[in-house]
């Protein structure tokens, strides 16, 4: 599905997400909102369903990539109510042995960007077209081996290679800045041979314009968009969960996720 | 003389050359695991990840999802030592990655036990869809890798540094259940990799055939069945791996015996420490996996 009102169905994708999460009274649903516009952006718009692929690093934000995948049809809608069920395709994070549309297992963080470099790899021995999307975390930038494949991709001739950072600036123990700052994150990836830009990550024109302007060009180096972004974000006015990294949604949040969103009860 | 990782060298040349889906992901050890040459010959098929081995695990998973069949090459203790990322990364993502641990067990000699693949086995069984190989020989290492890119999934290639006095087999690898090397049938002794050689060639200078078997475990996991049926028909058991002795084929065939209630003598000869440097020869004697050590131990048990 190609969309026709982005804003519209990124909010559907939204309510997916805040809805699965609130069935499974689990499943870090403030992680999936700061990423939203991100994963909505490429699945519904930007991204070539058939060429393309989109690897979840920040495997945690689960909810919103199974939200995409029921946007467009991948998987059937009524599983908003098997999140981390036993025996369930949705697991907590994304098993690609359970559920294959998830392109690969993540959960264990600080993989994901080195399987997407695979896959640009793999796509030029094989000479054939398409664009590898990665979404890693800030927190999940403390991991060791992202050093490892940023040193990598900026040494190897990758630019069919997108990665989206979801700098929503919390991780569990708190404030990333407190806890182990990875800033300034544009100067040290220039530094290992990236091209960096910086923008609202809930500007659905921002990461549009960022995208189309990097595929528009068809060499050069790997991109890196830092997105500013917040948890919890549902809209300009409202943020729930108070920046908290596990925290669950209630009725009450959901009722105000629902209402912001415009969203007609079901 | 040359070693088990030298055939694979070879041998993973003949095969590229019909084969382009082989790829080779190098962690800055290309002569010390003979892919060089496979680089000179393929270098758009040669990936350098430098000393990163976690990335180079992932980036591995990445090349299979595209249908490539990437051989990721490193020390089987460096390898293995990133086991978080080969269980999500290729296990959990059910990749046809070709991990090729090489420098198994003591024999890297005097690098000491930092460089020495002493828990690779044990860490590799811990994965279910991991398919594990130890061959022996030339021969066996051709059979080996043309089963590899047969079969889908993860699998982990287990070589030898050291060289040393191979033998011919009279059949080829029978996978999953067990290469009866001798039928003897007092004692049967199970081994794996490079001891196997060893204790071949004791059983050979004893002049002990007829008395004692020999079964080389060269691919797991194993099909319980068949390897019941041949531990059954002797009365005591020798296992001798150049690996931790948890975690390796002595638990496997213990964990065997017990659940197909089979009453036999268990023997082990393997290492209960974290190794040493040392020259692998020396290591060999010291930890009682020479020839010598083994026939000294086949004596006692046929208490002779």
């Known amino acids: 599905m190609k969309t026709n009102n982005l804003e519209k169905d990124i909010n559907q994708l939204k309510y997916l997400t805040c809805k699965m999460c609130l069935i499974a009274q689990s499943g870090h649903p403030s992680s999936s909102l700061s990423c939203s516009e991100i994963i909505g952006s490429l699945y519904l718009k930007l991204m070539d369903l058939d060429s393309d692929k989109f690897i979840l690093s920040k495997g945690h934000a689960s909810p919103s990539l199974y939200s995409a995948l029921m946007m467009i049809d991948k998987i059937p809608k009524d599983l908003i109510n098997n999140l981390r069920n036993i025996d369930s395709p949705l697991q907590g994070h994304p098993d690609v042995t359970r559920l294959k549309d998830v392109n690969v297992t993540t959960g264990a963080l600080g993989q994901g960007l080195s399987f997407a470099i695979g896959l640009a790899i793999g796509k030029k021995i094989k000479k054939e077209k398409g664009n590898i999307f990665c979404l890693i975390g800030d927190g999940e930038m403390q991991e060791g081996q992202i050093w490892e494949a940023l040193m990598f991709a900026g040494n190897n001739d990758l630019p069919n290679l997108i990665t989206f950072l979801d700098f929503n600036k919390g991780q569990s123990d708190g404030k990333v800045e407190q806890i182990m700052n990875i800033s300034p994150i544009d100067k040290k990836l220039e530094a290992f041979g990236w091209e960096v830009k910086e923008i609202d990550g809930h500007s659905l024109s921002e990461i549009e314009n960022t995208v189309k302007e990097k595929l528009s060009k068809k060499d050069g180096k790997p991109l890196f968009i830092i997105s500013n972004t917040k948890k919890g974000y549902v809209s300009p006015n409202l943020t729930i969960l108070d920046g908290n990294h596990g925290a669950s949604i209630n009725d009450e949040i959901m009722n105000k996720v629902i209402e912001e969103l415009e969203i007609s009860k079901r | ?304």
């Open chain 2, 1 to 304: 003389m040359k070693a088990t990782r030298d055939f694979f060298g070879d041998y993973l040349l003949k095969l590229a050359k019909n084969n382009p889906k082989i790829v080779v992901v190098n962690c800055d050890l290309g002569e010390a695991t003979r892919t060089l040459a496979f680089k000179d010959i393929y270098p758009e098929r040669y990936i350098q990840a430098g000393i990163a081995e976690a990335n180079a695990i992932s980036i591995s998973a990445g090349l299979a999802k595209e249908g490539l069949i990437p051989f990721v090459t490193s020390f089987g203790h460096f390898l293995t030592g990133k086991f978080l990322e080969i269980f999500q990364s290729i296990g959990l993502n059910n990749s046809n990655v070709v991990m090729v641990g090489t420098h198994a067990g003591l024999a890297i000699g005097k690098d000491g036990p930092t460089q020495m693949g002493l828990r690779d086995i044990a860490l590799m069984r811990t994965l279910p869809n991991v398919r594990i190989y130890h061959p022996i020989n030339p021969e066996q290492v051709a059979e080996s890798l043309d089963e590899i890119v047969k079969v889908d999934g993860p699998k982990y290639l287990r070589l030898n540094r050291q060289p040393q006095e191979f033998f011919k087999l009279d059949n080829s690898i029978n996978f999953g259940h067990g290469d009866l090397i001798f039928k003897g049938k007092d004692i049967l002794v199970i081994s794996q990799g490079a001891p196997t050689v060893e204790a071949y060639h004791a059983i050979k200078s004893l002049n002990y055939e007829s008395k004692i078997g020999l079964l080389c475990i060269s691919s797991m996991p194993i099909n319980n069945d068949s390897y019941a049926s041949i531990v059954s028909q002797y009365n005591k058991l020798l296992i001798v791996e150049d690996h931790f002795e948890i975690g390796g084929i002595a638990d496997l065939v213990s964990r065997l015996i017990s659940e197909k209630n089979i009453n036999i003598e268990f023997n082990t000869i393997n290492v209960s420490d974290y190794g040493q440097s040392g020259d692998p020869k020396d290591l060999y004697s010291r930890y009682n996996l020479d020839q010598k050590s083994i026939e000294k131990k086949l004596k006692k048990l046929l208490n002779e």
